[in-house]
């Protein structure tokens, strides 16, 4: 079967710029071995001195060539990022390619390889040698939000993944400095059969360990970590690693899920009994997000709409800044309708910190331009009343339906004939000014910058401003009004995410980095 031919792939550690050394070593073993099909370089690929310079120079002029495929990291320390022209990634030498920042890169085979180059950062906005949370979640999330996703064939990363070394043989470095929490969330939620990592000075095989859980989960491949040390190292650590892979996508499902004898638990899900582990070592990098100097309040029990809790649907993430997120709506009245949430669990905007209103207000004047350029006006509403988080509700009106006067009178006249009084709030009043936290409201924004406000009694119809926008008055769906009747399947779901977050995208600021 031609299919299953396997790829010949060589891994390598921080080549620091000394490309001779390490060409020469890939041409003797091919000379020995045979023609490799590509070589995967992680850590620092580029040298700051005058020597490692001058070397560069032969492969960029085309005076010498790299003899296989190679394919590098980006910079790992300020000193290198002047050798990458951009952040998306391009050929910089004939047979030297660089990857990107993060991404996914899908060789002609089907073999999937996914990599995150630099270190995680420590502050806003990153360097250019770091990666972020938003980083993370952006590689992570056309992945995983496919309910085909079993994992990916490689992951590069130049930094290791903290507690990597949990439940197995122990490296030789030191555990309480080594490694990225947000790499190994990654790794955790990747699953790939093989994880390279360098920038450490040492090698390390790590013991298989597994992806699933015992007797609960059916059986899963199972995942491999190799850190790899620096070209030529002195003490003659290993620096190359080769091996054989079948992608998986054409690979015999019971021949991928086979178990080695010496396999181990998964690492990142170890209960971790060192404090030194900073959190825990499966946080994930939404989480981390979170993860803010200040702790935003947490829920008291499951909450839907909390981005680290397990309850929420992630394939609905359209846009996740840092304080707030952008998701469908579940059941929207249209194809664009959205909410807008924060992160942490509040549940309401009167309770919200102003750098979490700040970012909102950027949310809300983004859907007002992407609206804009469909033809649409943007009507936004909010129920604090049995609603344990926030949810800013975010629906466009087409500009010919109906003028913002008429929305405003549907809303007050339905409102009426409720015995509901709802009020016009004054421009440029806070909403905190009339609604003291703990208070249960409804509160309408329109496009004109007018407000809307109902203070609840004792009962209020919970789906009142959808049965107010589906009505005749506005756009004219009733059988649309009530969420439930409007279940779509979650491939109809993926499918309504993918082409918004693709919409948005230009109106995004989260990616104006």
Same mark, same amino acid.
């Given at each position: 079967?031609?299919?299953?031919?396997?790829?010949?792939?060589?891994?390598?550690?921080?080549?620091?710029?000394?490309?001779?050394?390490?060409?020469?070593?890939?041409?003797?073993?091919?000379?020995?071995?045979?023609?490799?099909?590509?070589?995967?370089?992680?850590?620092?690929?580029? &040298?700051?001195?005058?020597?490692?310079?001058?070397?560069?120079?032969?492969?960029?002029?085309?005076?010498?060539?790299?003899?296989?495929?190679?394919?590098?990291?980006?910079?790992?320390?300020?000193?290198?990022?002047?050798?990458?022209?951009? !952040?998306? &990634?391009?050929?910089?030498?004939?047979?030297?390619?660089?990857?990107?920042?993060?991404?996914?890169?899908?060789?002609?085979?089907?073999?999937?390889?996914?990599?995150?180059?630099?270190?995680?950062?420590?502050?806003?906005?990153?360097?250019?040698?770091?990666?972020?949370?938003?980083?993370?979640? !952006?590689?992570?999330?056309?992945?995983?939000?496919?309910?085909?996703?079993?994992?990916?064939?490689?992951?590069?990363?130049?930094?290791?993944?903290?507690?990597?070394?949990?439940?197995?043989?122990?490296?030789?470095?030191?555990?309480?400095?080594?490694?990225?929490?947000?790499?190994?969330?990654?790794?955790?939620?990747?699953?790939?059969?093989?994880?390279?990592?360098?920038?450490?000075?040492?090698?390390?095989?790590?013991?298989?360990?597994?992806?699933?859980?015992?007797?609960?989960?059916? !059986?899963?491949?199972?995942?491999?970590?190799?850190?790899?040390?620096?070209?030529?190292?002195?003490?003659?650590?290993?620096?190359?690693?080769?091996?054989?892979?079948?992608?998986?996508?054409?690979?015999?499902?019971?021949?991928?899920?086979?178990?080695?004898?010496?396999?181990?638990?998964?690492?990142?899900?170890?209960?971790?009994?060192?404090?030194?582990?900073?959190?825990?070592?499966?946080?994930?990098?939404?989480?981390?997000?979170?993860?803010?100097?200040?702790?935003?309040?947490?829920?008291?029990?499951?909450?839907?709409?909390?981005?680290?809790?397990?309850?929420?649907?992630?394939?609905?993430?359209?846009?996740?800044?840092?304080?707030?997120?952008?998701?469908?709506?579940?059941?929207?009245?249209?194809?664009?309708?959205?909410?807008?949430?924060?992160?942490?669990?509040?549940?309401?905007?009167?309770?919200?910190?102003?750098?979490?209103?700040?970012?909102?207000?950027?949310?809300?004047?983004?859907?007002?331009?992407?609206?804009?350029?469909?033809?649409?006006?943007?009507?936004?509403?909010?129920?604090?009343?049995?609603?344990?988080?926030?949810?800013?509700?975010?629906?466009?009106?087409?500009?010919?339906?109906?003028?913002?006067?008429?929305?405003?009178?549907?809303?007050?006249?339905?409102?009426?004939?409720?015995?509901?009084?709802?009020?016009?709030?004054?421009?440029?009043?806070?909403?905190?000014?009339?609604?003291?936290?703990?208070?249960?409201?409804?509160?309408?924004?329109?496009?004109?910058?007018?407000?809307?406000?109902?203070?609840?009694?004792?009962?209020?119809?919970?789906?009142?401003?959808?049965?107010?926008?589906?009505?005749?008055?506005?756009?004219?769906?009733?059988?649309?009004?009530?969420?439930?009747?409007?279940?779509?399947?979650?491939?109809?779901?993926?499918?309504?995410?993918?082409?918004?977050?693709?919409?948005?995208?230009?109106?995004?600021?989260?990616?104006?980095?």
């Amino acid at each position: 079967d031609m299919e299953e031919q396997p790829l010949r792939v060589l891994a390598c550690g921080d080549v620091e710029g000394r490309l001779n050394a390490l060409f020469n070593r890939v041409q003797a073993i091919q000379k020995k071995t045979g023609q490799f099909d590509l070589l995967l370089c992680v850590g620092e690929f580029f &040298g700051t001195t005058p020597e490692a310079e001058a070397e560069w120079q032969l492969y960029k002029t085309g005076a010498k060539k790299a003899p296989i495929h190679t394919y590098i990291l980006g910079a790992a320390s300020q000193e290198t990022v002047k050798n990458f022209p951009n !952040a998306d &990634g391009c050929e910089l030498a004939e047979n030297i390619t660089y990857l990107g920042r993060r991404g996914v890169f899908t060789g002609v085979s089907g073999l999937q390889i996914a990599y995150v180059s630099g270190h995680e950062a420590r502050q806003e906005p990153a360097p250019a040698h770091c990666f972020t949370s938003k980083d993370l979640v !952006a590689l992570m999330t056309p992945l995983t939000s496919s309910s085909k996703f079993k994992g990916v064939d490689i992951l590069l990363t130049s930094q290791w993944p903290r507690g990597v070394w949990h439940y197995a043989n122990n490296p030789e470095v030191n555990t309480k400095l080594c490694g990225s929490n947000s790499i190994a969330s990654l790794a955790d939620k990747l699953k790939p059969r093989y994880h390279f990592a360098a920038l450490e000075g040492a090698h390390y095989e790590r013991l298989p360990y597994r992806n699933h859980v015992v007797l609960q989960e059916n !059986a899963q491949h199972v995942s491999r970590f190799i850190a790899l040390a620096a070209v030529n190292n002195p003490a003659k650590k290993k620096y190359l690693y080769a091996f054989n892979i079948i992608p998986m996508k054409t690979m015999d499902p019971t021949e991928l899920v086979k178990q080695p004898q010496d396999v181990t638990e998964n690492p990142y899900r170890c209960p971790t009994k060192d404090k030194t582990d900073t959190q825990k070592t499966a946080f994930s990098a939404t989480e981390e997000v979170c993860l803010e100097s200040s702790l935003p309040p947490q829920p008291s029990g499951p909450c839907w709409f909390c981005l680290a809790s397990p309850q929420v649907e992630k394939h609905l993430v359209i846009s996740i800044g840092t304080h707030c997120y952008l998701a469908l709506a579940k059941g929207g009245l249209t194809p664009r309708h959205v909410l807008i949430l924060p992160i942490g669990h509040y549940q309401s905007v009167v309770d919200l910190s102003s750098e979490v209103v700040e970012e909102m207000e950027k949310y809300k004047s983004a859907l007002r331009k992407f609206y804009k350029s469909k033809g649409e006006r943007c009507v936004l509403f909010e129920r604090n009343y049995r609603s344990q988080h926030l949810q800013l509700q975010v629906v466009p009106v087409p500009l010919n339906r109906c003028a913002t006067e008429d929305i405003k009178e549907a809303f007050m006249v339905q409102a009426q004939e409720q015995q509901m009084e709802m009020m016009e709030i004054p421009e440029h009043t806070d909403l905190k000014q009339i609604a003291p936290p703990g208070t249960p409201y409804f509160y309408v924004e329109l496009d004109s910058g007018e407000k809307l406000f109902y203070r609840i009694q004792k009962h209020f119809p919970l789906q009142f401003g959808r049965e107010v926008l589906a009505s005749e008055a506005v756009l004219n769906i009733p059988t649309r009004a009530d969420w439930k009747e409007c279940k779509q399947s979650k491939e109809e779901e993926e499918e309504g995410s993918k082409q918004l977050r693709d919409d948005f995208q230009p109106y995004d600021f989260t990616w104006d980095e």
